[in-house]
């Protein structure tokens, strides 16, 4: 049996138990829309599980385990005691009002991730932004929300941010093209202390800050936002997220997961390097 890693979320541990439960039933041969008929379910729900989209139940697990053929008392034991992992309530979830479930799920992914890599046109990635600047950014998006409202997505916001000085927190690559630093989001004030923090954080030793500078020919011109997250352990597969204005495309195939890792890995060679983007980072602050 293939262990789960202690310390990883909730969602990849979801993502472990279903990848688990997918390669018993692939070796059992036995079809999808069996495995759903057996837990009083459908296929499509035997594949939400096995890409960890779902909680788990006890009994269905239990059942599938039966159907498959785990006979082995401490190999069930282990699966089972993972369901009551796999739905551990989030923190997020205290924020259901404002955050939508397509975009709970990419948080899950998130905390989970042992890389992220993003490409960021617009705007600051939300892990780097301040307050007043995330605050500019969502009003853009939610101009008739009421104060409250808003205010309750900038926690969100930044309690995200924990990630960054977190003992056990990803190693992140944040590609941002020029023209974000150049808009002037919420006024140069926030802009400054935008700048600011950005060069602060450049000095974080697991995250790799790089600007794509205006002008560039190729790849930065043709492509939109884009992340790619990596997980820990050889039951996770990478995958990409693409966030649209009212949802998000989540991409795990490995053919197109690999077509976004190459263009990543261009947008990094084309992109200023740490020491050039602090230089850049620094003279728009003094620009202002």
């Known amino acids: 049996m293939t262990g789960v890693q202690a310390g990883t979320g909730a969602t990849a541990r979801r993502m472990q138990l279903g990848s688990q439960l997918r390669r018993l039933r692939e070796a059992r041969g036995v079809s999808r829309e069996d495995a759903g008929y057996s837990i009083r379910g459908s296929e499509s ?9 779902v909680g788990f139940k006890q009994r269905d697990v239990a059942d599938l385990l039966t159907l498959y053929g785990v006979d082995d008392e401490a190999e069930r034991a282990a699966l089972l005691d993972l369901v009551g992992e796999t739905n551990t309530p989030a923190w997020w979830h205290g924020y259901s009002d404002v955050v939508p479930p397509w975009f709970q799920t990419y948080l899950g992914l998130e905390e989970s991730a042992r890389t992220i890599s993003s490409y960021e046109a617009q705007f600051i990635h939300g892990l780097l932004q301040t307050e007043d600047y995330a605050r500019a950014v969502i009003l853009l998006g939610n101009s008739a929300a009421p104060p409250e409202e808003i205010e309750r997505r900038v926690a969100v916001r930044l309690r995200r941010q924990h990630l960054l000085l977190g003992a056990d927190g990803p190693e992140i690559l944040a590609i941002v093209d020029e023209a974000a630093l150049r808009r002037l989001c919420g006024g140069p004030e926030v802009m400054r202390h935008q700048l600011r923090r950005l ?8 995250l790799t800050l790089q600007v794509m500078p205006l002008g560039t020919d190729g790849l930065a011109a043709q492509s939109g936002a884009f992340s790619v997250l990596g997980f820990p352990g050889p039951d996770l597969h990478d995958l990409v997220y693409l966030e649209q204005f009212t949802t998000a495309l989540y991409l795990d195939k490995p053919a197109e997961v690999a077509e976004y890792t190459t263009a990543m890995e261009r947008l990094r060679e084309e992109s200023l390097p740490p020491d050039r983007t602090l230089t850049l980072l620094e003279s728009a602050l003094q620009e202002l």
């Open 199 to 206: 060069i602060e954080l450049s000095a974080l030793p697991r």
């Open 45 to 53: 729900k035997i594949s939400r599980m096995e890409l960890g989209r």
